[in-house]
C-alpha cells in the first residue's frame, strides 16, 4: 500500500513541507487506526471521520490537515466508554 507521500513523489510534488504534512497526517492517521477499540468497526471510524465534529469547522478527516493533534484528542475522547452514575 503506497502512502499519501509516494503519491506526491510520484506526482512530483517534492515541496518539503508538503511532504512532511503528508508524513504528519498519515502517521496521525495511522494512529488513530490502531486506537480503534475491537468494538469499533472500520465503518463506524470512516463514519466518525467524515461527520461534522463540534469542535471542528469541517469534519475530522479534513481537520487533520491542520491540526492532527486536535483530531487524535477527540478521538481519545470519543472512544471513552460512558460511565453512567
Not at 466518525?48 to 469547522?57: C, D, G, N, V
Request: charged share 25%; glycine share 2%; aromatic share 10%.
Amino acid at each position: 500500500m503506497k502512502t499519501f507521500k509516494q503519491y506526491l513523489t510520484e506526482a512530483n510534488i517534492t515541496n518539503k513541507e508538503v511532504a512532511d504534512m503528508a508524513n504528519a497526517n498519515d502517521a496521525a492517521l495511522i494512529k488513530i487506526i490502531e486506537m480503534k477499540p475491537d468494538n469499533w468497526s472500520n465503518f463506524r471510524l470512516l463514519y466518525w471521520l467524515t461527520r461534522p465534529h463540534a469542535e471542528f469547522e469541517d469534519t475530522p478527516a479534513d481537520a487533520l490537515r491542520s491540526d492532527h493533534d486536535a483530531v487524535i484528542a477527540a478521538f481519545e475522547r470519543a472512544i471513552q466508554p460512558v460511565k453512567h452514575g
